[in-house]
């Protein structure tokens, strides 16, 4: 059984492109969770956390959330989706 559209390599640029952004991505979120740590050092969540720390973390992670999906998307739009 042959499926209807074609089923090409994506060319080496573009997976290059496409790799670099993943790359880029893994490493945006690395850092980010590198940065919020709620815990406190027993791995218990404080009392009181900071309410500034709270509204920052919500606001990098609505970031991110945008760049991952700016990231599929834009994939998504390229020629190379179904492959």
């Known amino acids: 059984m042959k499926p209807d559209f074609q089923r090409d390599l994506i060319p080496r640029d573009d997976a290059l ?24 050092e027993n791995g218990h969540v404080p009392a009181a956390p900071s309410y500034t720390a709270l509204l920052q ?9 945008r760049d991952v999906l700016r990231l599929a998307a834009d994939f998504a739009r390229s020629p190379h989706h179904t492959t």
């Open 17 to 40: 492109h496409l790799i670099g952004a993943l790359n880029a991505m893994k490493d945006k979120l690395h850092d980010a969770a590198q940065r919020w740590e709620l815990l406190d």
């Open 57 to 65: 973390h919500a606001t990098d992670a609505q970031d991110l959330s």
